[in-house]
T-cell receptor, first 113, second 110 residues
């Protein structure tokens, strides 16, 4: 199994630009999670999906952030417009069950100038 | 989710010294998971504890779940430079997603 796949691995953009992060979960996992990690705030859960349906998006910081999961093998996290304070590492993770082991992707390191 | 607090936030040890990180909760936890994140890497699952008083070992790592299921610890014997990273505990069960602690960042001085 290839594990959770994320792209791009690195993204540098200018303030105001749209950023789209992509994730392919492990096949057969019904749950997909998006996290943001910074030095100041640690690992924060942004949103998670069950069978492609968003279950809890209370961690999404602002309306500038949106996430979709059009099918079981693909999810996107979009930031529009991006701001310097969005600079962070964004992880996608998947699991069989909601409270069980999560498998993290390699992350996308986002820098907004 | 089930809230967990981790201490210490940072730990610097000389290579060969032992290291322990603690995870505490005010409520009874259904389970506890431990993850390790190497510098520049992503969190990787280490182990899950479910039973009261459970102790599991992985080579130099010893994981414990408290009798009351409100705390857990990860102990590393004779640290090595390969142990460097951030160790997270996390808990969740049933309909709740995993809640991660803030992590303990371990530095090992050669």
């Amino acid at each position: 199994d290839a594990g959770v796949i994320q792209s791009p691995r690195h993204e540098v953009t200018e303030m105001g630009q749209e950023v789209t992060l992509r994730c392919k979960p492990i096949s057969g996992h019904d749950y997909l999670f998006w996290y943001r990690q910074t030095m100041m705030r640690g690992l924060e859960l942004l949103i998670y999906f069950n069978n492609n349906v968003p279950i809890d998006d209370s961690g999404m910081p602002e309306d500038r952030f949106s996430a979709k999961m059009p099918n079981a093998s693909f999810s996107t996290l979009k930031i529009q417009p991006s701001e310097p304070r969005d600079s962070a590492v964004y992880f996608c993770a998947s699991s069989f069950q909601v409270g069980q082991t999560q498998y993290f992707g390699p992350g996308t390191r986002l820098l907004v100038l | 989710g089930q809230q967990v607090m981790q201490i210490p936030q940072y730990q610097h040890v000389q290579e060969g010294e032992d290291f322990t990180t603690y995870c505490n909760s005010s409520t009874t936890l259904s389970n506890i998971q431990w993850y390790k994140q190497r510098p520049g890497g992503h969190p990787v699952f280490l182990i899950q504890l479910v039973k009261s008083g459970e102790v599991k070992k992985q080579k130099r790592l010893t994981f414990q779940f408290g009798e009351a299921k409100k705390n857990s610890s990860l102990h590393i014997t004779a640290t090595q430079t390969t142990d460097v990273g951030t160790y997270f505990c996390a808990s969740g069960a049933g309909s709740y997603q995993l809640t991660f602690g803030k992590g303990t960042k371990l530095s090992v001085i050669p």
